[in-house]
Nanobody
Framework: QVQLVESGGGLVQPGGSLRLSCAAS????????MAWYRQAPGKQRELVAG???????NYVDSVKGRFTISRDNAKNTVFLQMNNLKPEDTAVYYC???????????????WGQGTQVTVSS
């Protein structure tokens, strides 16, 4: 069984910063991509940032220059540093990972439970 556990959400004023963390645990063989998605009320879930096992990263245009995704492969953890937050960043943020469990020959997709980020004065 593989789990993703997120932490770090909360309420912050515009211009503030938050750091999200997501740790993968369980019977993990290898981790391929790790990513953060978000879903605002009434909107579709969107990819915010992603990173490969080799360290390549990609971002949605609206967060470029403000958000940074990173990962600690030794701890099976991915981070999202969010700076200069704006009200439009308010959403539930979900961790996503493509993981090959032990004894499996294919990667499976896993999701975290979600963490609320609210940007408001």
């Amino acid at each position: 069984q593989v789990q993703l556990v997120e932490s770090g959400g909360g309420l912050v004023q515009p211009g503030g910063s938050l750091r999200l963390s997501c740790a993968a645990s369980g019977s993990i063989g290898s981790i391929n991509t790790m990513a953060w998605y978000r879903q605002a009320p009434g909107k579709q879930r969107e990819l915010v940032a992603g990173t490969t096992s080799g360290g390549s990263t990609n971002y949605v245009d609206s967060v470029k220059g403000r958000f940074t995704i990173s990962r600690d492969n030794a701890k099976n953890t991915v981070f999202l540093q969010m700076n200069n937050l704006k009200p439009e960043d308010t959403a539930v943020y979900y961790c996503n990972a493509r993981i090959r469990p032990l004894l499996y020959t294919i990667d499976l997709t896993y999701w975290g439970q979600g963490t609320q980020v609210t940007v408001s004065s």
